[in-house]
């Protein structure tokens, strides 16, 4: 079992900065890609970023792309999802998740987090 914890959303003005992190506990962190996902009001949840067990094999979404930095620290534990250039859109509850391969599909991973809002305004 893993639990995954999310923390440093909140509000914040188009075109400003956030860092999400998730601190993991229970089983070796190193063993799982993570993964961050997002959910907006009445959407389904889409992925946004994901990372390899050493911090390579980075993938993002394209609506992030250039904008977002997912990062790892595996003797901390933790990922992080740095946000810049943030737009409106990017408004939806965060969510990281782990998972035994390099997906993107919510489907796929199998822990998850309670999520972290960010909202931001125009």
């Known amino acids: 079992q893993v639990q995954l914890v999310e923390s440093g959303g909140g509000l914040v003005q188009a075109g400003g900065s956030l860092r999400l992190s998730c601190a993991a506990s229970g089983r070796t962190f190193s063993n799982y890609v993570m993964g961050w996902f997002r959910q907006a009001p009445g959407k389904e949840r889409e992925f946004v970023a994901r990372i390899g067990r050493s911090g390579v094999s980075i993938y993002y979404a394209d609506s992030v792309k250039g904008r977002f930095s997912i990062s790892r620290d595996n003797g901390k534990n933790t990922v992080y999802l740095q946000m810049n250039s943030l737009k409106p859109e990017d408004t939806a509850v965060y969510y990281c998740?782990?998972?035994?391969?390099?997906?993107?599909?919510?489907?796929?991973?199998?822990?998850w987090g309670q999520g972290t809002q960010v909202t931001v305004s125009s």
């Open positions: 998740a782990a998972a035994s391969g390099l997906f993107v599909v919510a489907e796929r991973y199998f822990y």
